[in-house]
């Protein structure tokens, strides 16, 4: 999952980017609002967390801006205003949540996944898609009960669909997830991870797919109901690499 950091004490942001790369995450940080605005228009993030104490443009006014065009992105505040009446105005112009400096580490990571599950219409970390299992708090696939062998890309491909699953996602959305827009790759790389995910799959459950392609748009995750019961004997424990 992809995050944006906007908070203009830079050692604030560059601890907690370290907090949330730590737990797996990708992110982008901006120091300012007109930075936050302009990277929010090339790319889609999963979650916003938003200081409201900037040299610009402040957090309230980026937030009721975000929302007047209707970007549903979540976000987090991460304010040292801690008045109550601050946190009611960002709640009803359109925050998730709000959470006040200091603050712990742990508390924003269990913040981040409570919202990540919720507006994704998951009520845990897990998201089951057949008999496949997403752990997106232990970034590991399970299939019947076995753990798959994924590259640290990989994984990200396959929680990607499965937080957006129905939606037809482009090629170009996978690569600013997996990439972060910081590096240039051909889109032709995506269909090489698809490639081999559903190779992996069909592994593991004796040649079902999940991963649809849409011509001319992109892949979509796929859920139906699985006809036959398959039993597959687990062959290790294996770790995200």
């Known amino acids: 999952m992809k995050l944006l950091i906007v908070e203009d004490e830079i050692g604030i942001a560059r601890g907690i980017e370290t907090a949330v790369m730590s737990d797996g995450f ?132 396959l929680e990607l669909l499965a937080i957006k699953k129905g939606s037809v996602l482009p090629k170009e959305a996978f690569l600013n997830h997996i990439y972060g827009g910081m590096d240039e790759h051909e889109v032709k790389i995506v269909d090489v991870f698809i490639c081999k995910l559903r190779r992996k799959i069909a592994n593991l459950t004796g040649g079902l797919n999940f991963i649809e392609t849409i011509w001319g748009r992109g892949y979509t995750m796929r859920d139906f109901e699985v006809e036959h019961e398959h039993k597959i004997t687990p062959i290790g424990n294996l770790k995200v690499s």
């Open 26 to 157: 990708s992110c982008d940080i901006a120091e300012n609002g007109s930075d936050a605005l302009e990277m929010m228009k090339f790319y889609d993030y999963d979650l916003i967390i938003l200081d409201l104490i900037l040299p610009d443009i402040d957090g309230f006014e980026i937030l009721s801006r975000i929302r007047a065009i209707r970007n549903t992105t979540p976000v987090i505040i991460l304010s040292g205003l801690n008045a109550i009446d601050d946190k009611v105005k960002g709640l009803t112009i359109g925050a998730d949540d709000y959470l006040t400096k200091p603050f712990s580490k742990v508390e924003l990571l269990a913040r981040i996944y409570a919202i990540v599950r919720r507006t994704s219409g998951h009520s845990s970390s897990v998201i089951d898609v057949g008999p496949m299992e997403i752990d997106i708090k232990q970034r590991c696939v399970r299939i019947y009960g076995t753990e798959m062998a994924l590259t640290s890309k990989e994984y990200s491909i």
